[in-house]
């Protein structure tokens, strides 16, 4: 909802405006989230398994500009 909605409707109706979900939409939006959260490890995980090793690490390692340059 839109922040303007939200404040129309608290003004002109008070807190009816605002609906708690029923208890099988709460119960269907924490199974999507479970199933939309295993599917994107899935696919994170997938993809860096087709990655080379070296590539996969570029991704995970600190930004080249955070390293330290080396004293000799």
Do not use: K
């Not at 087709?50 to 930004?63: D, H, I, V």
Request: aromatic share 12%; glycine share 6%; hydrophobic share 45%.
């Amino acid at each position: 909802m839109r922040p303007l909605a939200v404040a129309a409707g608290l003004a002109l109706d008070g807190t009816a405006s605002l609906r708690l979900p029923t208890l099988s939409r709460t119960a269907a939006f924490g199974y999507l989230g479970v199933i939309v959260t295993a599917a994107a490890f899935f696919l994170w995980y997938f993809e860096r398994r087709l990655q080379a090793p070296r590539r996969a690490g570029e991704r995970t390692s600190p930004p080249h500009w955070t390293r330290r340059p080396r004293l000799t």
